[in-house]
C-alpha cells in the first residue's frame, strides 16, 4: 500500500483495550459509584478529594493484573517489528498492553496507569501498588504530593509535539477502536489527511465521528482484524 520506507502512524483507542476486557469502571448513567467522572478525573476533582481519586485509580490499577493483550496489541508490536520505515504507535489508552505486547515506539498521550508523579519534584515513578496521599515520594522523600500520571479532563496530552510532526509526515494512518469524539485524538485524522499522499485506515466495529476522513473502513474486533491487515502491509498486499 504504500513503499517500504514509507512513515506509519497508527491510533489506538478504547475499544482497543476493551477487547482485552479492560473495565470502564463507569455505568451507563456516566456515574462511577454515584460519583461523576469529573470528580475522578480532574484537577479541581482531585483537589477537593485526593482519596477519592486515588482509591478510583487503584481499582484500575489493580484491574491490569487481571487481563493480558489481544492479538490486535499483538499485530501491532509485529507491525513495528517488521516495518523498515518510520513508525509510531499513539495511544489514547492507560493501560499497559502495548507494551506486554512487545510495543515500543509508543506513546500514551493520556498518560499510564502504571505510572505516577510527584507535583513536589517533577519526578515520573514507574508504580504498581495503591496510591494514597500519605505514599512518600521516593525521589524527594515528600509525602502528599504524588497523583497519577495521567492526563485530566483541562489538561494537556503529552508529546503533542512528536505526534504533530509523525503525522505531518505519514504515508499510512491507521486508527483503531476510537470513538473519534475525544479531542486533541478526533483530529488526528483530518491532520494526516492534509498530506495528499497519505492513505487513512479505520479499523472499528461501528461507524465512528471521524470515519468520512478515511480512505478504508474495516469493520470488525480489532483483535480479528489488525493480523490480517498487518500481514498484508508487511507482505504488500
Not at 469502571?25 to 469529573?38: A, P, Q, S, T, Y
Not at 500519605?134 to 508529546?159: D, K, M, N, S
Request: neutral net charge; glycine residues 12%.
Amino acid at each position: 500500500m504504500i513503499s517500504a520506507s514509507g512513515s506509519i502512524v497508527v491510533l489506538t483507542g478504547a475499544g482497543m483495550s476493551a477487547e482485552s476486557g479492560i473495565p470502564t469502571f463507569r455505568g451507563v448513567d456516566g456515574l462511577w459509584e454515584g460519583h461523576r467522572i469529573e470528580d475522578v478525573a480532574s484537577p479541581e476533582g482531585f483537589a477537593r478529594d485526593p482519596e477519592l481519586v486515588h482509591r478510583f485509580y487503584n481499582l484500575r490499577r489493580a484491574a491490569l493484573n487481571h487481563v493480558e493483550p489481544n492479538e490486535g496489541h499483538r499485530a501491532l508490536a509485529q507491525l513495528e517489528r517488521g516495518w523498515k520505515g518510520g513508525f509510531l504507535l499513539v495511544t489514547q489508552n492507560v493501560d499497559d498492553l502495548h507494551e506486554r505486547a512487545g510495543s515500543e515506539k509508543l506513546i500514551h498521550m493520556h498518560g499510564e496507569l502504571r505510572k505516577v508523579r510527584c507535583e513536589g519534584c517533577g519526578a515520573v515513578l514507574t508504580w504498581t501498588q495503591d496510591l494514597s496521599s500519605g505514599t512518600r515520594c521516593r525521589a524527594c522523600g515528600g509525602i502528599g504530593g504524588l497523583r497519577p500520571h495521567i492526563v485530566w479532563f483541562g489538561e494537556f496530552p503529552f508529546e503533542m509535539d512528536r505526534i504533530m510532526a509523525a503525522l505531518a509526515k505519514a504515508d499510512l494512518f491507521i486508527c483503531v477502536g476510537t470513538s473519534g469524539v475525544v479531542y486533541p485524538a478526533a483530529g488526528f485524522a483530518r491532520e494526516a489527511a492534509r498530506r495528499a499522499t497519505c492513505r487513512l485506515i479505520e479499523v472499528n466495529v461501528d461507524q465512528t465521528a471521524i470515519s468520512s476522513h478515511f480512505h478504508q473502513h474495516i469493520h470488525g474486533p480489532a483483535a480479528v482484524e489488525l493480523p490480517k491487515l498487518v500481514d498484508s502491509i508487511l507482505h504488500g498486499r
